[in-house]
């Protein structure tokens, strides 16, 4: 039962604290429990971030700023997909050329709203050979491998572990805003079903109504097959029925208004011009179609979103990968073989759709889903520290003070085993991968001097792989920060400063000032 007029109700936790009207005060929704997804924001940091906590190995996001040859030159290879955000307009929707989803190709239909972000990322990183998907994603692919695009697209929205990661970047508002836009929909949907049983029942209400002798001269339209229909048959020909002027429509045979005319019955002297009868009632000015256009695409462009769509090569052949349409589309065909590369079949798509928005003030943006090599290159570092560790360890053999001569020394910046900086360990290091040739070859070689030089190749070898990674934990740490600061909810911060100072009555200064 609601609470008397006047009562207050208790907070959960059996605090006072209420608001004016005596209810509790709403309690932002739990991102790790709320059922819904969030918008993402177009930034490779946030993928990146979602890509790690989703451990994914061996992919990053990188943005493009361009679709010029020279521009993706300078990406990491292989480019293993793009990633096209724009602002989704549902009257661009093309023609389906599959009619089901090649068992080749992993896709996923989007069914939640505002989840396109993930899915497109989940449509890439369950079609790249030999990707490093984790356990959570793995298994989840092997369970959704034979399902329908549909019915994976269902699984992904009860998939917990991939949505508490899209949804950790999303702040409180972002929660409450997307409950309101559900809401709206529902009540939507609502009014459409309403309004479809009041003309069924006005329907209705209008066939029992009709005269009966109306529905005798009304001809029937079924006969049994035992029965024959009477007909009466006159010499006399009959006097056509005047039509009704728009005028002489009423509310109940235009229930929905769609005439603009009022409930009234007078009809107005209409006389005869050019052999058609017209009325003197002044026309209406008429909406011009243009005009009438111009305001529909207006009200849909205040309800679209921005949408992320995905375009890559599988075996020989570029998909278009939109969670929106029913199945994937074939771009076009290429072969490695011959030297075909397939950003020359995706760039005439992405430049025709971009240049749909050079005059406007829709924006949009790229991205592209690149190789990772911070996992190569630090199993390319360990290896060449265990080699130097090998070399340093045959060399105590052969000379003791082999470290004091020419060529021999080792420079502060070198690693020969822990280092905190680029995280490796010493059980890093021994489970080190190293080709068993290059050991026995260091393990055969006696000659001191050639030792010294092998092991001096070795470490001038390392400075490279320390650079290569050293840069990708910077930019790890880089995107860590990025999306630190947009996981952290400043709102309750500011609402608390802007209660500071009401509190000393310096707010409506400040909002005069």
């Known amino acids: 039962m609601p609470p008397k007029r006047g009562t207050k109700r208790k907070t959960p936790n059996n605090s006072s604290a209420t608001t004016e009207t005596g209810d509790a005060p709403l309690a932002p929704p739990d991102r790790a429990t709320w059922p819904g997804w969030v918008e993402m924001e177009s930034e490779p940091a946030f993928f990146n971030v979602m890509l790690r906590?989703?451990?994914?190995?061996?992919?990053?996001?990188?943005?493009?700023?361009?679709?010029?040859?020279?521009?993706?030159?300078?990406?990491?290879?292989?480019?293993?997909?793009?990633?096209?955000?724009?602002?989704?307009?549902?009257?661009?929707?093309?023609?389906?050329?599959?009619?089901?989803?090649?068992?080749?190709?992993?896709?996923?239909?989007?069914?939640?709203?505002?989840?396109?972000?993930?899915?497109?990322?989940?449509?890439?990183?369950?079609?790249?050979?030999?990707?490093?998907?984790?356990?959570?994603?793995?298994?989840?692919?092997?369970?959704?491998?034979?399902?329908?695009?549909?019915?994976?697209?269902?699984?992904?929205?009860?998939?917990?572990?991939?949505?508490?990661?899209?949804?950790?970047?999303?702040?409180?508002?972002?929660?409450?805003?997307?409950?309101?836009?559900?809401?709206?929909?529902?009540e939507k949907h609502k009014k459409r079903l309403a309004a479809a049983k009041a003309r069924e029942t006005r329907e209705a209400k209008r066939a029992a109504t009709t005269p009966a002798k109306t529905l005798a001269k009304m001809p029937l339209t079924e006969n049994s097959a035992n029965e024959t229909t009477p007909s009466r048959s006159s010499d006399r020909m009959k006097r056509p029925t005047p039509k009704k002027s728009i005028k002489e429509i009423t509310l109940e045979e235009d229930p929905d208004g769609d005439f603009g005319t009022s409930t009234t019955t007078k009809t107005e002297k209409e006389e005869p011009l050019n052999g058609v009868r017209r009325s003197k009632r002044e026309p209406k000015p008429r909406t011009t179609k243009t005009s009438a256009a111009a305001a529909a695409d207006a009200d849909l462009a205040a309800e679209e979103g921005f949408h992320f769509v995905a375009y890559m090569p599988i075996k020989g052949h570029v998909w278009k990968l939109d969670g929106l349409d029913n199945f994937p589309q074939d771009m076009g065909s290429f072969s490695e073989?011959?030297?075909?590369?397939?950003?020359?079949?995706?760039?005439?798509?992405?430049?025709?759709?971009?240049?749909?928005?050079?005059?406007?003030?829709?924006?949009?943006?790229?991205?592209?889903?690149?190789?990772?090599?911070?996992?190569?290159?630090?199993?390319?570092?360990?290896?060449?520290?265990?080699?130097?560790?090998?070399?340093?360890?045959?060399?105590?053999?052969?000379?003791?003070d082999w470290r004091d001569m020419e060529g021999a020394e080792?420079?502060?910046?070198?690693?020969?085993?822990?280092?905190?900086?680029?995280?490796?360990?010493?059980?890093?290091?021994?489970?080190?991968?190293?080709?068993?040739?290059?050991?026995?070859?260091?393990?055969?070689?006696?000659?001191?001097?050639?030792?010294?030089?092998?092991?001096?190749?070795?470490?001038?070898?390392?400075?490279?792989?320390?650079?290569a990674v050293r840069d990708a934990i910077a930019d790890s740490k880089a995107d860590d920060e990025k999306a630190r600061h947009r996981r952290h909810d400043y709102g309750t911060f500011v609402r608390s400063w802007l209660g500071v100072l009401a509190d000393q009555e310096v707010l409506g200064e400040l909002v005069e000032g």
């Open 53 to 186: 906590d989703m451990d994914v190995r061996g992919a990053k996001v990188q943005e493009v700023f361009s679709l010029e040859d020279m521009e993706l030159a300078m990406l990491p290879r292989p480019i293993h997909a793009l990633i096209f955000l724009f602002r989704y307009n549902e009257t661009e929707k093309e023609e389906q050329a599959l009619t089901s989803c090649p068992k080749h190709v992993w896709f996923a239909n989007q069914t939640p709203d505002f989840a396109c972000a993930t899915f497109a990322l989940l449509n890439i990183v369950n079609n790249i050979p030999g990707l490093d998907l984790g356990r959570e994603l793995r298994n989840f692919k092997d369970f959704t491998q034979d399902m329908n695009p549909l019915s994976r697209g269902d699984a992904v929205d009860s998939f917990d572990f991939v949505k508490r990661i899209h949804n950790s970047f999303a702040r409180e508002n972002d929660l409450l805003q997307a409950d309101m836009h559900i809401k709206a929909k529902v």
């Open 337 to 400: 073989d011959e030297g075909g590369d397939w950003l020359h079949i995706a760039q005439p798509e992405l430049m025709g759709r971009m240049a749909q928005y050079q005059d406007s003030v829709i924006q949009f943006n790229l991205m592209a889903i690149v190789h990772d090599a911070l996992g190569s290159d630090r199993e390319a570092l360990l290896a060449n520290v265990k080699v130097v560790q090998t070399y340093d360890k045959k060399l105590d053999g052969v000379y003791e």
């Open 410 to 467: 080792t420079k502060k910046e070198v690693v020969t085993g822990l280092s905190l900086e680029l995280g490796i360990t010493v059980a890093d290091v021994e489970a080190a991968n190293v080709d068993a040739g290059v050991l026995d070859k260091i393990e055969k070689e006696e000659d001191l001097l050639k030792l010294i030089e092998l092991r001096r190749e070795t470490i001038t070898q390392q400075a490279g792989l320390r650079a």
